[in-house]
């Protein structure tokens, strides 16, 4: 079987939030910081073969906001790198307008682009997309807004006709797609999924699914073995709606190696977040997953028999962008040499 023309192997990613602050010891003080470092990042990365260039997007916060205008950079500065978002909150889109941002990005990277979309996670604004003008309609929530956006996105990319033409112009009333359209771009859109429920949901969608960095039900079980059971109702309801393609996963993970004295400094003493956390969210019970921190043999071990990582295609690894794009390229080098191997990766080619 294949994925856009590769055969179904193991990849690796790396997702920044894009964090930048003025404060001691922040190598991304400002948001120019952060957007050229993200540049510059994904450029040394795809040098050091891994797969993926991702980012999460928030509003109202010093994060990365805006996705396309970066993405299309990085596209431009690399040649074979996915590039992608982790996710983008669907409740502040303008779909057609979105579609029209996607394709364009899409078309300048050669089409690279991994679209992650979702409801979205918490934000620093109360009802935020309501500033954005975006309201959900009598008996909705934010969620189904969200799905409804999508929805909407999903025909535009796909080539719908989403306007009529103006038969004083045209001759004819038709109805219009946006352009541009990149082929091959439908099939690219991921849903970030928190729960077994909306993981059956992508795939009936026919969306690739992107299990979210922490789950909003709690069954008792260790996260990897939860995100694994979500995995295969995903991949269960995909084989049961008929869908001819064979769908992409990715998780996420924190995994830091302790190789050098730097590391060492920074990471070290971190022993608190080696396990699972479990802590209510928007009134909900959630298990958080735990960080790979330590000795590469060690956590190159443990990732091994992480159930999750084990089902999924696509590894995403979070990265403290803050701490500067060498470092990053460091860790990212270390990950890439001792411990991604274990889990079944390999460079490209």
Known sequence: MSVDGETHRKRIGFLSFGHWQPVPGSQTRTAADALLQTVELAVAAEELGIDGAYVRVHHFARQLASPFPLLS???ARTTRIEIGTGVIDMRYENPLYMAEEAAAADLISGGRLQLGVSRGSPETALRGYESFGYVPGEGRTDADMARGHTEIFRAAIAGAGVARADPRRT??????????????????IWWGSGTRATARWTAEQGMNLMSSTLLSEDTGVPFDELQAEQIEVYRRAWREAGWEREPRVSVSRSVIPITTDLDRAYFGDRDDERHDQVGMLEGVRARFGKSYTGEPDVIAEELSKDAAVLA?????????????????????????????????WSPAG
Request: charged content about 10%.
């Open 171 to 188: 001759g004819t009333d038709a109805p219009l797609a946006v352009q541009p359209l990149s082929p091959g771009l439908p099939d690219r």
């Open 312 to 344: 999924a295609d696509t590894v995403l690894l979070t990265v403290p962008n803050q701490l500067g794009v060498a470092y990053n390229a460091h860790l990212l080098e270390s990950i890439a040499r001792h411990v991604a191997p274990a889990f079944g």
């Open 73 to 75: 950079a990085i596209g």
